[in-house]
C-alpha cells in the first residue's frame, strides 16, 4: 500500500531536526542537567523511527549511509577504549580525567573524559535501537 | 618449582606434544618418542637412592594456593622413591613392549600415549605429593587417565562397560578419601601428610580419628580393588594389555596400597586399623583366588589373581601396624610383614607384569584368551612358555623365584599373628594362617592353569582365528627382563633388601627405629624346616592334587547363587539410580512453561512469607512517608486501570495500548518523584518500544486467549496474589526499617568534587559506577546483534523449512 | 505515599505474574513488561519520596532525592527494553516457523525428546 502523505512527510522532516538537536543537546547537558547518553541516543533514534514511519525503510537506508551495526561496535570501541585508555597513564581501569579550559566562543568549558565514555553509550544505544527496529522492519 | 615438580610435570608435558610427533613423524612409532621419558626419569630418580638408604628424605615446595595451605610439595622418601622406580622403570618396560603390541597403521596411538603419559604423570603426583589435597588431585587424574585407557577401543560395549565401572567405583572411593583427608586436615590443623603423621598420638585420640580413617579406607580399597569393591578390575581388562600390564598389575592398584603404607605412621596404631585392613586384605585374597579358578578368560584369572595378591599385600600391611605395639626393635617380629608387604609389592610388579605381557602375546598370536580354545602351545611358543612358568610359578610360591620369598614371609606373619596377644587375637588368631594357606592353595592351583592349560594339554588349531607362532623378539624383550628380574630377586634377594625394601618399611613404621637407625631385613633362602615351609610344602602336594582332580571338582562353582553377586548388585543399583532420577526428572520437567513459572513463584511466596512469619520481620511505619497528594491518586486509579484494561484486554492492540499508558504513568510517576533523567529515558523508551511493538504486531498472532480451565485460572490467580502481596509486605517492611543510614551521602557530595559533574545520576552511571554501564551496554549490543541473526541468518534445513518464511 | 506506592507495585507484580502463567506468548511477553514496571517503581519507592529536590547539584536546596536507585532504574529500563525487543521477535520467529503462539503446543512432544 502506497500512501502520499505530504503533510507528514514534509512535518516529519522538520521535526526530525529539532528532535535531533535536543537529542544532542539532552546528550552534552548531560553531566550538569538531566539528559545524557541513554536519553540522546534514544531520542536520536526516536527521531529517526519518525522518518520511517513517514517515509519507507529503503528510503531512510539510502539516506542514511551508515550500517547500524557498525554504530554499535564503535560505540563499544569508544566507553572500552575510554576505560582503558587510563591505563596508560598507570591509574586504575575507568579513573576519568576532567580540567576546565578556555575555548573560543564556549568560553570557560568542562571537557570531562566522561564524555567520551558517554558518546561511547550514546553511539550503541543508536545502534541498538535502530539495528532492532529496521531488522523487524525489514523481515517479511 | 624444583626439579622434582619438573619430574612430575614432565609427562604431562610430553602428552601435550605426543599428538604433533604423531602427526609430523608417521615413518617411526610414535613409543620410541615416548619411550626415552620414562627411562630419564628411571635414571634420574636412581639417583636419590644414597639419600633414602640413609632414611633421610628429600622436600622441595611450591606455592600453589598458599592462603589456603596447598602447597605443590614434593616428597621422596623410601616408600615413595621405591614406587617412582616402579612407575618408571615397569612404565620404560610397558611402552616398549607397546611399540610392538599396537600396530603403528591402526591404532590410534596418539590417544594412546598421551593417557598413558597422563597416568604416568598422575602416578607420580600421588606417590611424591606430601599435601592431601595434591595428592587427591592425582589421585582422581589417575582414575580419569584409567577410565580413558581402559575404554581405549571405545567401540566395544564391553570396554564401555568397564570403564564407566572402574571409574564410578574409583570415583566413589576418591570422594570418600577426599572426606577423609579433610576431617584430618581439621583435626591436625595441616595439609602436610608428614605433619599430620608427627601428631599422630593426638590424632589417635581425637574423636573424629575413626571416621577418617574408614573414609581414607574407602579410598584405598576401591583403589586396589578390595573385597567388596573388587569388580571394577575384572572388566577393566578390557584395556589394551599393555594397560592392562601397566595400571591393574604394577600401579595403579597398588596406589591403594600406597596409600594405606603412606598413612600407617598415622593410623596403625589403632586396633580398628588392625583389624579392617587385615581382615579385608586377608578375605580379598581367599575370596578372589577362589573366584580365579573358575575363570576361563586368560586376562580374567589374572585379573582375580592380581586383586588376590593385592589383597595378600593389604593383609600384610595390617599385620605390620602390630609392630608398632613393641617399643624396641630387638625382638619385633612384626617387622617382618612390613618388610614382607614390601618386598612382595616389587616381585608382585615383576611377575604378574610379566605374565600380563605373555598373556598378551598370546593374545596376540592365537587371536584368543580363552583357555578352553588354547592348549598345546608349548612347542610353538618355547620363549612364551618360560616365561610363563618363571612368571606363575614364581606367583605360585615355588622356589627359587622371588614369589616363593615373599609368600614364605607371608605365611611366616600370618603363623606369627596367631601367637600375638593383642586386639583378642587369642580367639581369632588362628584364622589369620589358615585363611593364609587356603589362599595359597588357589593361587598354586590357577598359577598352574594358566600354564598348563595354555601351554600343555592338546593343541587345537582348529579353534583359533590365527596360525600361532613365536612372538616377535620386540615384544619379548619386555617379558623376559621382568622374567630375569624374578629370578635374580629370587636368587639374590638381598640385593633389594638395603637399597630399597628397608627405606620404603622405615617409612611405613617410623615411629619404632630409633634415630639413624634401620631395620633388620635380611632375606634368606633356606631357614630350615619351619611352620612356613612345612606350609608350603602342604600347599604344593594339595594344589597338585586338587589341579588333577580339578575337572571332578569344577562343578561345585555352580552352586554358588549366580544372581546374588556383587557385579548384579552393582548393575541393578546402576539401573535403578537412572531410571529413579529419570523418572524423578520426567515428574517436574513437564515442558510447560507454566508448570515451571508456578515452581518459582511457589517458592518464592513460600520461602519469603515463612521467613516474614518465623522471623517477625514486617514492620509498618507510617511516621516517616511523604504525603498524598491529589495528582498521585489520579495517576495510580490511570495505572491501575490501565493494568486492569490489560487483564481483559481481548485484542492485542488494547493490551498493547494498555500496557503503553502503564509505562507513560510510570514516567509520570518519575516527575513527580524527582527523577528527571528517568522520566526522560521512560517517555522515549516507552515510545520506543510501543513502535516496536506494533512493528511485531504484523507478525504476531491475534489475541487468542487460549482459555484455561477455571482450575488453572483459579490457581494462577492465587499464586498471582500471593507474589503480590509479598511484594508490598517486603516493600513496606523493608521502608519502614532503616538499619543503616543510605550510603547516597556520599555521591551528593563527591558529584562536584571528585567527577566534576553536577547531574549526580549521569555521574554515578558513566564515573563512579561506570562498569555497570559499560557492561550495560555490552549487553544491549548482544540483544540487538541475537535480534538481527534471529531475524536474518537462518539454517538452510532444506526447501520445506524456506518455503513457511 | 510509600506504602501506597507499594501497594501499586504489589498489584503490578500480581497482574505480571497472572499474565505470565497464561498459555498466550503475547500475554506473556506483556507481563514481563508490567513486572519490570513494578520493579521500576518500588526500586524508587525504596530510596524514599520525594525527601528533596531532584539529584542535580547547583539547585538551592538544602537536601536531595537519594540518586542511587534513579542510577539503578535507569539501568533497568534500559536493559527491559533489549529484552521485551529480544522477547518479542523470538516470539514472532516461533510463531512463525511453529504455527502457534500457544505455550502448550509449543512444548513440543514427547518424541521430540
Known sequence: MKTNDVIFQTIAKVVFFMIIFFAVHLFFAGHYH??????????????????????????????????????????????????????????????HAYDYFQLPLFGKTSLHTAMLFDLGVYLVVIGVTMTIIQTIGESE | MSLLHWAILAPFIMAACVPFVRKKATAIHTGWFVLILPLVLFVSFLQYLPVTMKNDSIMQTADWIPSLGINFTAYVDGLSLLFVLLITGIGALVVLYSIYYLSKTKESLQHFYVYLLMFMGAMLGVVLSDNVITLYMFWELTSISSFLLIAYWFDRDRSRYGALKSMLITVFGGLMMLGGFLVLSIMGNTFSIRELAAQAPELNNHPLFLLA?????????????????Y????????????????????????????????????????????WIVGTVGLFTMVWASFNAVKQTDLKGILAFSTVSQLGLIMSLLGAGSAALHFDSLDDNLYTAAVIAAVFHLINHATFKGSLFMVTGIIDHETGTRDIRRLGGLMSLMPITFTLSVIGAFSMAGLPPFNGFLSKEMFLLSMVQLAELDLFNLETWGLLFPVLAWIGSVFTFIYSMIIVFRVFGGKFQPEKLEKKPHEAPFGMLISPIVLASLVILFGLFPNLLSYSLIQPAAASIVPSIIPNGGQLDVHISFWHGFTTEFMMTIGVVIIGIILYKFL????????????????????????????????????????????????????????????????????????????????????????????????LIAKSRLTSIISLGAVGYSVSLFFIIFRAPDLALTQLVIETVSTALFLLCFYHLPKLSRHEEKRRFQIGNAVIAAGVGLIVALIGISAHSTKLFPSINEYYIKNTYTKAGGENMVNVILVDFRGFDTLFEIAVLSVAALGI????????????EQNENE | MEILMCIVAGLLFAAAVYLMLSKSLLRIIVGTGLLSHGTHLMLLTMGGLKTGAAPVLGENTASYTDPIPQALILTAIVISFGVTAVFLVIAYRAYQELGTDNMDQLKGTEADD
Not at chain 2, 213 to 227: H, P, R, V, Y
Open chain 2, 551 to 646: 575337572p571332578k571338582w569344577i562343578g561345585m562353582y555352580d552352586y554358588f547363587p549366580g544372581k546374588v553377586t556383587l557385579n548384579n548388585l552393582y548393575n541393578a543399583s546402576l539401573y535403578t539410580a537412572e531410571r529413579g532420577s529419570h523418572s524423578l526428572t520426567k515428574s517436574y520437567m513437564t515442558g510447560f512453561i507454566r508448570s515451571y513459572l508456578v515452581y518459582i513463584f511457589a517458592f518464592f511466596i513460600t520461602i519469603l512469607g515463612f521467613t516474614i512469619w518465623v522471623k517477625g520481620a514486617f514492620r509498618f511505619d507510617s511516621s516517616n512517608t511523604a504525603s498524598i497528594g491529589f495528582y498521585e491518586v489520579g495517576l495510580v486509579i490511570v495505572l491501575l486501570i490501565a493494568t486492569a484494561t490489560i
Open chain 1, 34 to 95: 538531566p539528559g545524557g547518553g541513554f536519553v540522546g541516543g534514544l531520542l536520536t533514534s526516536g527521531a529517526i523511527v519518525l522518518l520511517m514511519l513517514a517515509f519507507d525503510m529503503k528510503t531512510i537506508k539510502k539516506g542514511f549511509l551508515i550500517d547500524f551495526k557498525w554504530l554499535i561496535s564503535l560505540g563499544l570501541l569508544f566507553s572500552a577504549g575510554t576505560a582503558a585508555g587510563s591505563l596508560i597513564f598507570n591509574v586504575p581501569f575507568f579513573t
Open chain 2, 213 to 229: 580413617m574408614i573414609l581414607i579406607l574407602f579410598g584405598a580399597f576401591t583403589k586396589s580393588a578390595q573385597f567388596p569393591f
Open chain 2, 788 to 799: 538481527y541473526g534471529l531475524i536474518k541468518l537462518r539454517l538452510e534445513k532444506g526447501g
Open chain 2, 231 to 274: 569388580i571394577w578390575l575384572p572388566d577393566a581388562m578390557e584395556a589394551p594389555t599393555p594397560v592392562s600390564a601397566y595400571l591393574h598389575s604394577a600401579t595403579m592398584v597398588k596406589a591403594g596400597i600406597y596409600l594405606v603404607a603412606r598413612f600407617s605412621p598415622i593410623f596403625a596404631f589403632s586396633g580398628y586399623w588392625f
